[in-house]
């Protein structure tokens, strides 16, 4: 069993278009993170969410986790080619060892021209 | 710069010859760790290390080496590759193992 759910696994718009992603779980979270990982290089951190229903926003993309930290999601407003790539969330399990990520499986975003 | 540094990017090598990937670090984190990545299964964690001379089992260690002894260094050790470790390997360091995590560029392997 996955501990974090991600959707849609794959996803292919046009430039222009709005989308969501989603992070789901069963389990509560302490924080949530959330990378974008470009082809040929590592995952590198978008954003950390800590408080239940708290909102981000980074330029175009927006944040959200839920407010029984159990589940985030990701909105990006007008997508352009350069927001392209694999997005990951990660966390860590509310009373964890603070020693340990679990990363989800990803969403891999395609924005064509 | 901070930087997470893994050598080499790219390594096809046969079954049984054991090989080294280099890791190495300058933020002087006490955590590091090695993932996989295959496809349809995400990051999987091999190692981590909360500090010198620590190291830890991961999700999927089996057929994997690791050592830390010196702080911003963490190599991982394929004592004898098999094909289904072919892989896209990264070797991550963070502040504590739950905080940012910075990644290197990745070391493709093919065990032929």
């Known amino acids: 069993t996955q501990l974090l759910e991600q959707s849609p696994q794959f996803l292919s718009i046009q430039e222009g278009e709005n989308l969501t992603v989603y992070c789901n779980s069963s389990s509560v979270f302490s924080s949530l993170q959330w990378y974008r990982q470009e082809p040929g290089e590592g995952p590198v951190l978008l954003v950390t969410v800590v408080t239940g229903g708290e909102v981000k926003k980074l330029k175009r993309l927006t944040f959200q986790f839920g407010d029984a930290r159990k589940d985030s999601s990701l909105h990006i407003t007008a997508a352009q080619p350069g927001d392209t790539g694999l997005y990951l969330c990660a966390g860590e399990r509310s009373g964890g060892s603070n020693y340990k990520l679990t990363f989800g499986k990803g969403t891999l975003l395609t924005v064509n021209p | 710069e901070a930087q997470v540094t893994q050598n080499p990017r790219y390594l096809i090598t046969v079954t049984g010859k054991k090989l080294t990937v280099t890791c190495s670090q300058n933020?002087?984190?006490?955590?590091m760790s090695w993932y996989r990545q295959d496809p349809g299964l995400g990051l999987r964690q091999i190692y981590y290390s909360m500090n010198v001379e620590v190291t830890d089992k991961g999700d999927v260690p089996e057929g994997y080496k690791v050592s830390r002894k010196e702080k911003r260094n963490f190599p991982l050790i394929l004592e004898s590759p098999s094909p289904n470790q072919t892989s896209l390997y990264f070797c991550?360091?963070?502040?504590?193992?739950?905080?940012?995590?910075?990644f290197g560029q990745g070391t493709r392997l093919t065990v032929v």
């Open positions: 991550a360091s963070s502040l504590t193992g739950a905080s940012e995590a910075f």
């Open positions: 933020m002087n984190h006490e955590y």
